[in-house]
């Protein structure tokens, strides 16, 4: 009952830390562009908290284990996640120097926050019924991220874009109170260097590695590129608010057909399927050089939200489950090295090449980023360990 019980407090918390993540990811990376009137600044703040994150997270990861209280660490990374939207929100062209400080306490919120976050979802979830716990937790971004854009987008298009930022350090308050209710024993063991290279070697882990290698290129190549392009050529924020919440909304049934068909064992065939759907429609943004028609736009982006939440459903059924039935930690430690060296890598050379390259160049971003969800198909190696 217990972990059926912080599960549910896990919904309730989602609920709340979704809407910033869904409004950061179209009010952020604009905010950024428009403070330096640079694209490789935006890229330059994704190598920064990247490197941070790289360097940290394994000490306090193991810090929250010997202190008994992962819980609190988790809370004081959604605080230090307060401090930076709160730090964004008074960040201008006249005090320009706060974004920096923004950057630190941003590095710090990953840091604290993600590593406990994915070992608390992994030893308290159901692995024969994964799909469905991951489909759930879908289903509350979807809800959440068909406002969150909305309402960002207005209030930065209308207002500012600091106060975005302060409506959202005022939801990260109210996620604070599901974690303080949190009820899970730490793991009892720390990490370090020769453990965490010996996970790394392990068969069972090191067959899936590219999988998640290829999750950080494709993060950095497509999420925030995407945005730019929208943000720089094709419509105001307002717009891609509208499109972002209105076509998350549109895809909550294929959100819970994924999970159900992943729980009845045809896991194989439908990752198959939705990585060689997700490559096409990615593929298809590139179109949109050619016919920034905003009809054309919304047929497209629906179809990438589509792809996308199948693929994450199914991908994170597998996340889950595999670390559930394995080793939670040692999972989501060979996960988080492989994401951070890859992310790391991606923004830091597209943070050199587009200091000398114009907006013009961010298709080819795109075009690059399509290929790295063909890797996602090594996760199949997992499937025989999840019967």
């Not at 929100?89 to 941003?106: H, S």
């Not at 190549?221 to 050529?233: C, D, H, P, S, Y």
């Not at 065939?269 to 429609?281: M, P, R």
């Not at 994170?316 to 039935?325: E, I, Q, V």
Request: aromatic share 20%; glycine share 6%.
């Amino acid at each position: 009952m217990t972990k059926e019980r912080n599960i549910k407090l896990f919904y309730i918390h989602e609920l709340f830390f979704q809407f910033n993540e869904s409004m950061l990811a179209i009010v952020l990376p604009i905010f950024i562009y428009k403070l330096f009137d640079s694209i490789s600044a935006v890229f330059l703040f994704t190598f920064v908290w990247g490197t941070f994150y790289f360097i940290f997270f394994i000490p306090t990861f193991n810090l929250a284990m010997k202190l008994k209280n992962p819980k609190y660490f988790m809370a004081l990374g959604i605080i230090f996640y307060i401090i930076a939207l709160t730090l964004f929100g008074k960040t201008t062209q006249n005090n320009i120097n706060l974004m920096y400080l923004a950057t630190l306490f941003f590095a710090m919120y990953i840091t604290f926050y993600w590593m406990v976050r994915h070992w608390f979802f992994s030893v308290n979830s159901d692995y024969t019924k994964i799909g469905k716990q991951i489909s759930t937790l879908n289903i509350i971004k979807i809800l959440i991220g068909f406002i969150a854009p909305i309402v960002g987008g207005f209030l930065s298009l209308f207002v500012s874009f600091n106060a975005s930022f302060v409506l959202g350090a005022g939801a990260g308050i109210l996620s604070l109170i599901p974690i303080l209710l949190f009820n899970a024993p730490p793991h009892p063991r720390g990490y370090n260097i020769k453990k965490i290279i010996g996970i790394l070697k392990k068969p069972e882990l090191k067959a899936i590695s590219p999988t998640y290698f290829w999750e950080g290129i494709g993060s950095v190549f497509i999420n925030w590129t995407w945005v730019l392009i929208f943000a720089i050529f094709i419509g105001n924020i307002l717009d891609l608010g509208i499109l972002f919440g209105v076509s998350t909304l549109a895809i909550a049934l294929t959100t819970w057909l994924s999970g159900n068909w992943f729980d009845k064992r045809k896991r194989t065939t439908i990752l198959k399927q939705v990585v060689g759907f997700k490559f096409l429609s990615t593929l298809l943004y590139t179109s949109v050089f050619l016919f920034p028609n905003i009809i054309f736009v919304w047929a497209i982006e629906f179809a990438n939200r589509i792809s996308t939440t199948a693929l994450y459903t199914v991908s994170d059924s597998y996340l889950y489950a595999y670390s559930n039935k394995i080793h939670p930690i040692h999972f989501h430690l060979n996960r988080e090295i492989w994401m951070s060296m890859s992310r790391i890598s991606s923004a830091g050379i597209l943070a050199i090449i587009f200091y000398f390259l114009p907006a013009e160049y961010l298709w080819i971003s795109i075009a690059i980023g399509a290929f790295s969800y063909l890797g996602w198909l090594t996760l199949k190696n997992s499937d025989h360990l999840l019967n």
